[in-house]
Structure formats: C-alpha cells, structure tokens
C-alpha cells in the first residue's frame, strides 16, 4: 500500500519501521523541522527524520501543515504520487481536513490510549498519573477534531506497577506498530471494522517542564505515579537546601498517613523521617514516600546509599524548601 507518514519521536520511528518492515511502499515521510538542541544550540533531527535518509523516502517538513502554501504542496504531491492512505502517529500538529481528504482512504491516527479516554498529547503519562491498570493502542479514522474521529482496531495493554513514561511508550509504540499493519491489511481486504467513539472522554493536555516539581502535600501514591509517570521527560524534582534534587524512582511506604495509636502530630510534608542505605523516607500530605535514586545538580542519578555517602541526610531535615 502507498502511504503517506506522518510523525516526529522515537514512538512514530517505531511505527515506520513496522509499516516498511510489512512491506508498505512509504511515498512522503512529514515531520517537525529540525531543532536547535543541547548547549551548542546544533540543529537535530528528529527519529522519523533519521529512519527516512536512511530508507531514501522523500521527506516534508513544515512549520505548520495548516498554511494554506503547505497544504498546497501536499495536494500537488498528491496529485503526482497518489496515496492509498496516511498513517499518523505522534505529529504533533493538527492536520486539515483538506489534508485527512487526500489519501483514498483518508488518514489513519495510532493513538495511545483507548480512545475516548485521555484524548491529547500526553495520554501515556495521562495513564499512569491517574493510576490506571491497563492502557492500550486506538488506531482511529481522523477527522478535524481532537482524537475524535471512528475507532477502527482497539488494543489493550496492562501497565505493571513499575512502568515509567519510558517504559510504557516503548511498549505502546510496539503494539501500535502492529496495530497499524493489522489495520491496513484489513482496509485493504475491505474487513476493517468502523465505530463510533462511545463513553465519557477525558482530555491530556501537553505536559509543561513545570509539572515535574514534586508537591508534598500532595498523597505518597500520587507523587510515586508523577515520578513514574514523568520519567524521562521532564522528570521529577524538589529541592534540598535551596539546590535541584531530582528523584528518579521511589515508593510508597505507608500510605495512611493518620497518627491513630499517637497523641504526636505527623511531621510537615516533605520531613525527612528515617535515613537509610534503603532510602530516605520523606513525609507526604498522605503517607510517607521512599525516594531510592536521586540526582543532585551537576551529577549522575545515583541509589540513595550512594547519595548518602555524599550528601548526609539527617531525620527533621525538610525536602521543597528553594531558600538557603
């Protein structure tokens, strides 16, 4: 099948590779332009990018598709390379419908979420954040709204306690891959089924660097998912005697944070409690959370018995506090 990609990070790489892998004839590669990236400001291309020059497939990259000049020029490429469809798969830009109408069979979205649940650009973190056991792959039929459009295959897949951000997205870019070729051998063999999105839908909004700021007023359950959930990207952070300390995994140890059988009152969020080689335990709003990799600034990430050796940490010390 003659296919129009669309997509910029190593998840829409992933779903590439599938489609070339299964033999597809991929025409038109349209990506993010390249961006200046780490100290020295070199432009980087993205995943989508690479994996193109590689297999010598033309490669567009707009600014923003919805210019009337940009949307042009995909029609007159249309017109001379006729696509039978577009495979859409982390963007990151809103397409036209002048844009979805040019393929013959239209374009199709791999989005990670079962749709409607957790429409948007973030639904992997989306997931995890609000606890969820299980998450899963919609390859959907897009029209010009936000991830509204006819879902064509569904997908499951279970989120184990452990997953990061990382994690779930290598796995979700996996079965999307999969997903998407199932799908196009279905529409294809005209047996793809077609319905539409059905039940209450929520809604995950692009995630700021800001969002990565640890709150210990917030419950242990919750921050332990922020520090899954933004893993890598922005990561998690609070701050020890006015300087980043980014924390990398941790665990909830208790999360009844009461004082039943105690006349004491709870320690203020974000006190240390207990020091050890297994972690430092540091009160909540809700129960207290084990941080077991931490990140001090200017150095690695580091198991907290290596953290300790370097910067002694004592009980009563408060974590969040950005003064001296």
Known sequence: MRIIFMGTPELSRTVLEALLNAGHEVI?????????????????????????LVHQIPLFQPERLR????????????????????????????????????????CLNV??????????AAPIEAAILAGETETGVTVMQMD???????????????????????????????L???????????????????RPQEGESTYAGLIRKEAGLLDFSRPAAELERRIRAFDPWPGTVTFRNGRRLKIGR?????????????????????????????????????????????QPEGKKMMPADAYLRGYATAPGEILGETHE
């Open 28 to 52: 038109l590669a349209v990506t993010q332009p390249d961006r200046e990236k780490g100290r020295g400001k070199a432009l980087a291309v993205s995943p989508v990018k690479e994996l193109a």
């Open 67 to 106: 210019r009337e000049e940009n949307v042009a020029w995909l029609r007159e490429f249309c017109e001379k390379e006729p696509a039978d469809a577009g495979v859409v798969a982390a963007f990151g830009q809103i397409l036209p419908q002048a844009v979805l109408d040019l393929p013959r069979w239209g």
């Open 176 to 194: 999307g891959g999969e997903l998407i070729v199932r799908a196009l051998a279905q529409l294809e063999a005209g047996t793809l089924p077609r």
């Open 144 to 174: 010009a709204g936000l991830d509204t459009g006819d879902i064509r295959l569904q997908e499951t897949l279970a989120i184990e306690p452990d997953d990061t951000g990382g994690t779930l997205t290598d796995k979700l870019a996996a």
């Open 250 to 294: 941790a665990a909830v140890v208790t999360e009844d944070g009461s004082a039943e059988g105690s006349a004491e009152p709870l320690p203020a969020p974000g006190t240390v409690t207990a020091v050890s080689k297994n972690g430092i335990d540091v009160q909540t709003g809700d129960g207290v959370l084990r941080l077991f990799a931490l």
């Open 111 to 120: 989005h990670t979420s079962l749709l409607p649940k957790y429409r948007g």
